[in-house]
T-cell receptor, first 114, second 114 residues
Framework: EADIYQTPRYLVIGTGKKITLECSQT?????MYWYQQDPGMELHLIHY???????EKGDLSSESTVSRIRTEHFPLTLESARPSHTSQYLC?????????????FGPGTRLLVL | KNQVEQSPQSLIILEGKNCTLQ??????????LRWYKQDTGRGPVSLTI?????NTKSNGRYTATLDADTKQSSLHITASQLSDSASYIC?????????????FGRGTQLTVWP
């Protein structure tokens, strides 16, 4: 089982609030990812990081921001939550030495913005 | 446009029966294909991975096949159990990027009834 954790697991919050979704992994992986997934739909990459101080936007435009100050930690922040941000957010990580490129996923955060 | 298409969208079977899920892809250049299992409210977990030269891979009651010429894959589940109820996601990786870019299908929602 992968050692990647996300908190909170569920979050209900009002419009306009600032939120931070936490993601941490204890596998020493350099590459980390954030995906957004709506029910019945495919995962969409919104952010990724190759390592400390490296962050890039993914395929799906997102109003969220990320930071990578420590290898094990990759938090995602929404400065002002809106109902359109309601979704499931999945964090994943991958080791550089993994030739199979396996991404290990956290349990996800289900966000509901009222 | 690189795409991964899965069928059926949903499937209901009785416990103990076998089933086969399909995945067609257009991702190029191809690196590998994975099947993930995603339980409700959880992150995806890798079941199998196949590279270009592999045409079958088993993991317990799960057997995946790959036809790289026709760009098709299948996941066969034998003697289904209630715990097999989940979404099964086909994920294809391209060979061209250092990101290890993944293309996700929308998944097949499998329900196993007693």
């Amino acid at each position: 089982e992968a050692d990647i954790y996300q908190t909170p697991r569920y979050l209900v919050i009002g419009t306009g609030k600032k939120i931070t979704l936490e993601c941490s992994q204890t596998m020493g992986h350099d590459k980390m990812y954030w995906y957004q997934q709506d029910p019945g739909m495919e995962l969409h990459l919104i952010h990724y990081s190759y390592g400390v101080n490296s962050t890039e936007k993914g395929d799906l435009s997102s109003e969220s921001t990320v930071s990578r100050i420590r290898t094990e930690h990759f938090p995602l922040t929404l400065e002002s939550a809106r109902p359109s941000h309601t979704s499931q957010y999945l964090c994943a990580s991958r080791g550089l030495a993994d030739y199979q490129e396996t991404q290990y996923f956290g349990p996800g955060t289900r966000l509901l913005v009222l | 446009k690189n795409q991964v298409e899965q069928s059926p969208q949903s499937l209901i079977i009785l416990e103990g029966k076998n089933c086969t899920l399909q995945c067609n892809y257009t991702v190029s250049p191809f690196s590998n294909l994975r099947w993930y299992k995603q339980d409700t409210g959880r992150g995806p977990v890798s079941l199998t991975i196949m590279t270009f030269s592999e045409n079958t891979k088993s993991n317990g009651r799960y057997t995946a096949t790959l036809d790289a010429d026709t760009k098709q894959s299948s996941l066969h589940i034998t003697a289904s159990q209630l715990s097999d109820s989940a979404s099964y996601i086909c994920v294809v990786s391209d060979r061209g990027s250092t990101l290890g870019r993944l293309y996700f299908g929308r998944g097949t929602q499998l329900t196993v009834w007693p």
